[in-house]
T-cell receptor, first 116, second 112 residues
Framework: AQSVAQPEDQVNVAEGNPLTVKCTYS??????LFWYVQYPNRGLQFLLK??????LVKGSYGFEAEFNKSQTSFHLKKPSALVSDSALYFC??????????????FGKGTKLSVKP | DAGVTQSPTHLIKTRGQQVTLRCSPK?????VSWYQQALGQGPQFIFQ???????QRGNFPDRFSGHQFPNYSSELNVNALLLGDSALYLC???????????FGQGTRLTVV
């Protein structure tokens, strides 16, 4: 069965410091991987995706993610955190071969808290 | 471009009642998916509509049903509401192979 794990319920970072939000996945074949962010009482906003190619993917708002096939991980990173980055972050996977017809499988989410 | 729009934003229903939620996809998108997000959880896939047909379905009972209209907009219907149906219901639209899904702001359903 396909699954996504976000091992940390919460990540606390000081403003200006680098941040990492972890994600590992389990899926047969080469997955499509996504990161979304959710602010309170809002829907999900797309940050970035990995489909194929360069293992380092750059996305919106200065975020990037590194795909590691051997470790089945897709960790979200940012070199310098902002207080406004505080939100709930979701990693998601779409099974290969399903394209836009495939549903997204989400992790349970990681709450990022950036303190001034 | 208005993006994905959902209505209503909030509603309160009584156990046993029926509810209809609506979604208009992002302009040009032809595929609509619905997700249920319980408090403190990640979104769970309910079903997906393409060309007015249900193409995929998650692990949800038949009380959950949907429809897609010729203009690609969609409805989610839930019958015989249970307290456990209280959640944020998210609509997402997409178009081409391997593109990301765009989400609406969600409908917060409270069942009392």
């Amino acid at each position: 069965a396909q699954s996504v794990a976000q091992p940390e319920d919460q990540v606390n970072v000081a403003e200006g410091n680098p941040l990492t939000v972890k994600c590992t996945y389990s899926v047969s074949g080469n997955p499509y991987l996504f990161w979304y962010v959710q602010y309170p009482n809002r829907g999900l906003q797309f940050l970035l995706k990995y489909i194929t190619g360069d293992n380092l993917v750059k996305g919106s708002y200065g975020f990037e993610a590194e795909f590691n096939k051997s470790q089945t991980s897709f960790h979200l990173k940012k070199p310098s955190a902002l207080v406004s980055d505080s939100a709930l972050y979701f990693c998601a996977v779409r099974a290969p071969g399903e394209g836009s017809q495939g549903n997204l499988i989400f992790g349970k989410g990681t709450k990022l808290s950036v303190k001034p | 471009d208005a993006g994905v729009t959902q209505s209503p934003t909030h509603l309160i229903k009584t156990r046993g009642q029926q509810v209809t939620l609506r979604c208009s996809p992002k302009s040009g998108h032809d595929t609509v998916s619905w997700y249920q997000q319980a408090l403190g959880q990640g979104p769970q896939f309910i079903f997906q509509y393409y060309e007015e047909e249900e193409r995929q379905r998650g692990n949800f009972p038949d009380r959950f049903s949907g429809h897609q209209f010729p203009n690609y907009s969609s409805e989610l219907n839930v019958n015989a509401l249970l307290l456990g149906d209280s959640a944020l219901y998210l609509c997402a639209s997409s178009l081409a192979l391997v593109t990301e899904a765009f989400f609406g702001q969600g409908t917060r359903l409270t069942v009392v």
